[in-house]
């Protein structure tokens, strides 16, 4: 057993999210084949993420606040505290808070064979995409 060590929160950068967003990542890989990515994730009203996939999916539970989740193709759905939602992989999907209010989540997801392929990031989502809801 060891105690590691608190990494300071990230910025998330504006090219992958609309909006301020933090990150504290709470788990990473310590040991040979883990895989397992842990991070808590904190947005501001309005902010979101951009489209993006997971290579092997990609668990959200909403902690506070009310997040909007949409899939490629399908309506917004809104995620209230203690509720998860799952995006498989490969699932084009971005998440944020509602326009009114902060949003905090834990993101969990695993690291591909190639961790630099876990996350493919996409477009941004418009301001006409996040109000479709």
């Not at 590691?4 to 609309?18: H, S, V």
């Not at 996939?53 to 399908?74: D, E």
Request: proline share 8%; with cysteine; glycine share 8%.
């Amino acid at each position: 057993m060891r105690i590691l060590d608190t990494p300071a929160t990230i910025k998330n950068p504006p090219e992958r999210f609309t909006g301020d967003v933090w990150l504290d990542l709470l788990v990473t890989p310590q040991d040979g084949d883990q895989r397992m990515v842990v991070g808590l994730v904190r947005f501001a009203p309005g902010a979101r993420t951009a489209w993006h996939r997971h290579a092997r999916g990609q668990t959200l539970h909403v902690l506070a606040g009310v997040a909007l989740v949409q899939s490629r193709g399908q309506a917004v759905v809104e995620v209230r505290p203690g509720q998860r939602v799952y995006c498989p992989p490969g699932e084009e999907h971005w998440h944020g808070a509602t326009p009114d209010a902060f949003m905090e989540h834990l993101a969990m997801s695993e690291a591909a064979d190639d961790p630099d392929q876990s996350t493919e990031w996409l477009a941004l989502v418009t301001d006409d995409e996040y109000a479709a809801r």
